[in-house]
């Protein structure tokens, strides 16, 4: 005879279950990080070493794409390496995680070799499951978590899920419009009809399409 199962067996099965299940690909879970393409300039201005000029300008780079673009930018505006350094604990310019740079990637405060070896060391990255595995070993859990909030995985544009659009809502990616219109166009069959498609959409400030292609790839 088969035996019976408690509630709280059940409830234990479960729960492993949805520990063993692989997470979405995402942008890494926030901790309140400023995303200079989408913050309102008030919002800049309020931030450690910027004022309203700064903001201005920043506004007039978008779209930003890269984290080495950022930092070039406020270069340019005499804030010294420590002051962006204090600053990038605060706004920072996501790096993918299978595609960012090394100068990207260590612009992220408390970066080394050590830990971007351990980023670099497993891409391709479908989740960050694996990043956290790696990251844990190469310095701990904490510092797997603070990292995170800089990084994203890209969206494949052919098999995403809305679960995973959802956690780029934030820095206006994962939007009902993007949602849609990601989804209506399957099967993407190359970048160029991607631009074609979405071109249409953002006429009215066509480097938008730029920043959108950051985040998606097509296997």
């Not at 909030?149 to 995403?160: A, D, G, S």
Request: hydrophobic content about 45%; overall charge positive; glycine content about 4%.
């Amino acid at each position: 005879m088969t035996p019976r199962l408690n509630r709280s067996h059940l409830a234990g099965v479960a729960a492993a279950l949805l520990l063993a299940a692989p997470a979405d690909a995402q942008l890494g879970r926030q901790q309140g990080l400023v995303e200079p393409n989408v913050a309102a300039d008030s919002t800049i201005a309020a931030l450690p070493g910027l004022n309203a000029e700064i903001a201005t300008a920043l506004r007039a780079a978008r779209p930003i794409l890269s984290a080495v673009a950022l930092d070039s930018i406020l270069a340019s505006k005499a804030l010294g390496k420590p002051a962006r350094t204090t600053l990038y604990a605060r706004m920072f310019v996501h790096v993918d995680i299978n595609r960012g740079t090394d100068a990207e990637f260590m612009l992220i405060p408390g970066m080394d070799a050590k830990k971007l070896a351990a980023i670099k060391g497993k891409r391709p990255y479908a989740d960050f499951a694996a990043y956290t595995a790696e990251m844990t070993k190469a310095a701990n859990a904490a510092e797997a978590d603070r990292i995170e909030q800089y990084l994203f995985v890209p969206i494949e544009l052919n098999t995403h899920t809305e679960a995973i659009m959802d956690t780029f809502a934030s820095i206006g990616v994962g939007t009902r419009r993007w949602k849609r219109e990601f989804v209506e166009y399957r099967p993407w069959t190359s970048m160029e009809q991607f631009d074609r498609e979405i071109s249409k959409y953002v006429r009215a400030t066509p480097t938008e399409l730029n920043r959108l292609k950051r985040y998606v790839y097509i296997k």
